[in-house]
């Protein structure tokens, strides 16, 4: 019986569809025989006439788009039927188009945006020849490959000699360099001495010219090769810049190469490269450890072959090395590795996070799709009727899924590019290949393929379901657009999923929000405030102690004298300027047993100011002065945890060590606080402090505190520095401040964006829950007004609709902790003293949804309880 009841619901269905089809025609064939005369005086052939007739019969298009074909056509002309068709529906609801392609340019435009990042940045290869053959190796503890240490020379040399892994090893050393002329202020460069057989391990063809020749790192020709920026910036991209000359820390060097603009080694971008020259003494030294190595594979040897070898290798030295390799080995690593590693987390934990955003708004536009179905339900019904097949149906509802995500793609291409900006600004410094990143082919064809992808994500399922129609009832007049109860479990599926995703991002979010101020918490160990400092490289023509020394006591002298400053000092590096300079130390009298008695630290060179200048505490004894030169008695001041970890329950002061490479030991005359050199998650190690005048540097950084902010004495400085000599720029001029801030741009870069990420995925989960709730609320009004006239009271409904709304959330919130559980482990090493599974984190972002969709339920409630039961079942 159930089976003949459908049978004639299906053919009264077929009927009434037959009928409107009959009377379609027979207006039609009306309307044609009405203006045949017409036409013939205008002297319209028939075929004229009856196109004429179909544009302006506005019913026969419609029929069409019903399903209805009256003459053939191919699927090209379907199809871009099907398109007009669904462009009109989407003009007609405009309100609707505007949420759903608002919605998908923001998903695809933070997509295109973080993958034009990360396509940059980690998937391209890097700019040489099977860079996959590319490695470096490092010297290493021989506990543990982990560990990466520049190297010393001569185990570079031994390393290039006995290896039998490698096609070829090259060197280089970070250094900065000075460029001036008569036309231009100077400037200080990032730069690097290189050897000869660094390029060709590399592979690197240059863009003009050529790269070092062997003899060049042994000789006295002075030739530099130059980045392909300053070429464009300091020749004008003069294609004969290749033999002109080029003054470089005060003397004249010829340009034999430029490097191509995408040449990268690591994750600084050197602009110049002079060879490195090693002399008998650096040949044979193994304790100055200043070289990065980097060799190529030769053909068919794997990175864990080469890895053993060189273990292997480093043994044997530290055998016949003990004094200087002892407890030392070698490791390997990729260079892609050693280019990217920072930044690859980051950026792959981004784009993991505006997936999420991408899913959630595909959902988001699933649901508005599946509401618009039910309120097109009769409109589907009568295509069906007259002729249209189910895959007819999907066609056409897939048509206007692609024609939204075209849209949407568009406008998230162009909101992609405002965003690479947006994200570059807010970039920490290291983040390397930063100039290649843009909106590019790939990104666009990256934009296309998603726009493909997201309108089958959000357009098949609701296309399936709507193409499943009702002919009886779709078809009774006054029926009533329902989903059906598949549907209605399809929107709620949804839903919870948009809330649990919603979840995992602002648990991660969350994770790294805490993280932050954590971060910022730190106790750096000086006082940034109104200090001011600036790097400074002297020219080659400083070769000696004595003229190093009398130039910085001059500097100093002078900028103490201007007027709000308080004091001034120079140092080897300043805190968190990304420069420490490592040494090994004997306490004299103590052999120990630890790497024979040697212990490693970080020593500085400092004025005796410096102190005072960065406001770092003396805790003990007396600080340095300007009487601890050279001719004086060697002393140092130590740091806390020197002096905690080596004279446990004694006073340091008074005690001796000895630094390794010294000839005379030095009396620890005082202990000071401890500071956070390297970065702020760093903790801080064994510090040494010895006076500059002691053994001057070329290269120092000078602090000035001021009296209040310290940027209007730039000008001052600036003149100053330029009146002592005016080859010497100054490099890095910013305030102490900016220093920390920027210590902690890596952190707040991800921070910034996830939380970004996570507040528009909770407000598009909490619009995902307004909308599946306001239309369950429209789809029931019949039930809510039989409920009211029944004697149902106002909280009874409310508590129906908010109940349905709060068991989507929680279930919502079930899921989304195991999956936060799952995937924010891959955070840990983002994380500063904050652990992934935070409880604190889990209970508050869970508490947040939970309120969030709680009142995004309340408003349907609301008008649920204002439904008149005599409206709701008029109808009835």
């Known amino acids: 019986m159930g089976r003949l009841r459908d049978f004639f619901r299906r053919l009264g269905a077929l009927r009434a569809g037959e009928s409107i089809r009959r009377e379609i025609e027979e207006e039609y064939r009306f309307h044609l025989d009405m203006r045949a ?32 074909e009256v003459r053939g056509g191919g699927w090209v002309a379907a199809l871009w039927q099907d398109l007009r068709f669904g462009l009109r529906v989407l003009g007609k609801n405009r309100a609707f188009g505007l949420v759903a392609v608002s919605t998908l340019a923001l998903g695809i435009g933070a997509t295109v945006a973080i993958f034009s990042v990360l396509d940059a940045v980690v998937l391209r290869p890097l700019p040489f020849a099977q860079p996959e053959r590319l490695v470096t190796v490092w010297e290493s503890s021989a506990k543990s490959d982990d560990s990466r240490l520049i190297v010393s020379p001569a185990n570079y040399l031994d390393w290039k000699e006995r290896n039998r892994v490698f096609e070829e090893v090259g060197a280089y050393t970070e250094d900065f360099l000075n460029v ?17 057989s660094l390029f060709q391990a590399l592979g690197v063809r240059p863009a003009l010219g050529r790269v070092f020749l062997p003899h060049e790192g042994t000789g006295d020709e002075r030739v530099v090769l130059i980045g392909h920026g300053l070429w464009r910036r300091r020749f004008g991209g003069d294609p004969q810049a290749v033999g002109k000359t080029v003054k470089i820390n005060g003397a004249d060097h010829s340009v034999v190469g430029v490097l191509p603009p995408d040449f990268i080694m690591s994750p600084r971008r050197y602009e110049l490269y002079t060879p490195l020259r090693l002399n008998d003494r650096q040949r044979v030294n193994r304790r100055g450890r200043y070289l990065t190595v980097i060799a190529r594979l030769r053909p068919g040897v794997t990175l864990e072959q080469a890895r ?45 996070a505006v997936s999420l955003i991408l899913l959630i708004a595909c959902a988001n536009v699933a649901n508005l799709l599946l509401g618009r179905a039910a309120a097109r339900q009769r409109e589907m019904a009568i295509r069906a009727a007259l002729g249209a097949g189910r895959l007819r149906l999907v066609r056409q509802l897939l048509t206007e899924s692609v024609a939204l995500s075209v849209i949407g793609g568009l406008a998230g291409v162009l909101l992609a590019r405002w965003g690479v900006d947006l994200l570059l600004s807010l970039s920490p410094s290291t983040l390397p290949r930063a100039e290649q990143v843009g909106v590019d082919l790939r990104a666009l064809g990256f934009a296309l393929a998603l726009s493909a992808l997201t309108a089958l994500v959000f357009g098949l399922a609701p296309a399936l379901q709507a193409s499943g129609v009702d002919l009886s009832g779709g078809l009774k007049e006054g029926a009533k657009a329902s989903a059906g109860a598949r549907r209605s479990r399809f929107r709620s599926a949804l839903v919870v999923a948009e809330v649990a995703l919603s979840l995992v991002l602002l648990v991660g979010a969350g994770l790294m929000i ?36 009398e130039f910085f006591q001059r500097l100093l002298a002078r900028v103490a004298t201007l007027p709000g400053v308080q004091a001034a000092s120079v140092s080897q590096s300043v805190p968190l300027s990304g420069e420490e300079h490592g040494a090994s130390f004997t306490i004299v009298g103590r052999p120990g047993a630890e790497g024979g008695g040697k212990f490693g630290g970080i020593f500085h060179r400092v004025s005796a100011d410096y102190l005072r200048v960065m406001g770092v505490p003396l805790l003990k004894g007396r600080g340095l002065t300007e009487h601890d030169t050279a001719e004086a008695p060697a002393v140092a001041l130590v740091n806390d945890v020197l002096a905690r970890r080596f004279f446990p329950g004694e006073d340091p002061v008074g005690k001796q060590i000895l630094l390794d490479g010294t000839p005379r030991p030095r009396q620890i005359v005082g202990v000071v606080g401890n500071v956070r050199y390297v970065a702020p998650h760093v903790e801080p190690v064994s510090e040494i402090y010895i006076s500059y005048l002691d053994a001057p540097y070329h290269h120092m950084s000078l602090a000035v505190r001021a009296d209040g902010d310290p940027t209007p004495l730039v000008a001052d400085i600036k003149a100053v520095v330029s009146e002592m000599d005016r080859d010497i720029p100054l490099a890095n001029l910013k305030t102490m401040e900016e220093y920390v801030e920027g210590s902690r741009g890596g952190q707040r870069f991800g921070m910034t964006l996830i939380a970004a990420f996570a507040g528009a995925a909770l407000l598009l989960a909490a619009v995902g829950v307004y909308g599946v709730m306001s239309g369950a609320v429209a ?96 109808a009835e």
Do not use: W
Request: hydrophobic share 40%; net charge positive.
């Open 37 to 68: 005369e017409e036409n013939a005086r205008r002297g319209m052939t028939p075929e004229e006439a009856r196109r004429d007739a179909e544009r302006r019969f506005g019913r026969l298009t419609r029929l069409k788009e019903l399903g209805y």
């Open 180 to 196: 001036s002329d008569d036309a231009a202020y100077p400037e200080r460069l990032p730069a690097a001495s290189a050897s000869a």
């Open 308 to 352: 053993a070898e060189m273990r292997a290798v480093g043994q044997r030295l530290a055998e016949e090395y003990p004094d200087e390799n002892g407890g030392r080995s070698a490791a390997v690593s990729t260079l892609e590795e050693d280019v990217k590693g920072g930044a690859r987390t980051t950026l792959l934990v981004l784009f993991g």
């Open 514 to 549: 805490k993280s932050f101020v954590r971060l910022s918490e730190v106790e750096l160990g000086f006082r940034a405030q109104n200090v001011i400092a600036t790097d400074l490289s002297l020219p080659y023509r400083y070769n000696t102690g004595t003229l190093r020394k």
């Open 779 to 874: 789809q029931r009004t019949h039930e809510i007004g039989v409920r009211l006239a029944l004697g149902a009271r106002p909280r009874d409904i409310l508590k129906l609709v908010v109940g349905k709304g709060t068991a989507l959330t929680l279930t919502g919130i079930a899921l989304g902790l195991v999956g936060a559980l799952a995937l924010t482990r891959v955070m840990s090493s983002l994380l500063y003293e904050v652990s992934p599974t935070d409880p604190a984190t889990y209970a508050a972002v869970s508490l947040l949804i939970a309120v969030v969709s709680l009142l995004a339920c309340y408003v349907p409630a609301r008008r649920a309880v204002r439904v008149d039961p005599t409206e709701a079942l008029r």
